[in-house]
Nanobody
Framework: QVQLVESGGGLVQAGGSLKLSCAASGIIFRLNVMSWYRQAPGKQRELVAGITVSGSTNYADAVKGRFTISRDNAKNTLYLQMNSLKPEDTAVYYC????????WGQGTQVTVSS
């Protein structure tokens, strides 16, 4: 059974930082493309950042230069370091794993106050 468990969300002031983690089980983590998505109230879920099996990364334009995605295959864990946070980054952040099928975590709330 696939489990993706996000943690590290919370309330932070604009300009602050948070680091999200996603602990994976039930999958061969190192063979999965891993991603972070987010969904703000009233908006569609959108890709924030992704990291391939080989470690290549991609980012949404809105977060380039502020967010960093990384993975630790030994710990089966995905990370998202978020710096210089803005109120518009407020959303539920979801971890996603993709190999033959896509799996989702339950999400963690990030709230950035102005």
């Amino acid at each position: 059974q696939v489990q993706l468990v996000e943690s590290g969300g919370g309330l932070v002031q604009a300009g602050g930082s948070l680091k999200l983690s996603c602990a994976a089980s039930g999958i061969i983590f190192r063979l999965n493309v891993m991603s972070w998505y987010r969904q703000a109230p009233g908006k569609q879920r959108e890709l924030v950042a992704g990291i391939t099996v080989s470690g290549s990364t991609n980012y949404a334009d809105a977060v380039k230069g502020r967010f960093t995605i990384s993975r630790d295959n030994a710990k089966n864990t995905l990370y998202l370091q978020m710096n210089s946070l803005k109120p518009e980054d407020t959303a539920v952040y979801y971890c996603s794993a993709l190999r033959s099928v896509r799996s989702w975590g339950q999400g963690t709330q990030v709230t950035v106050s102005s």
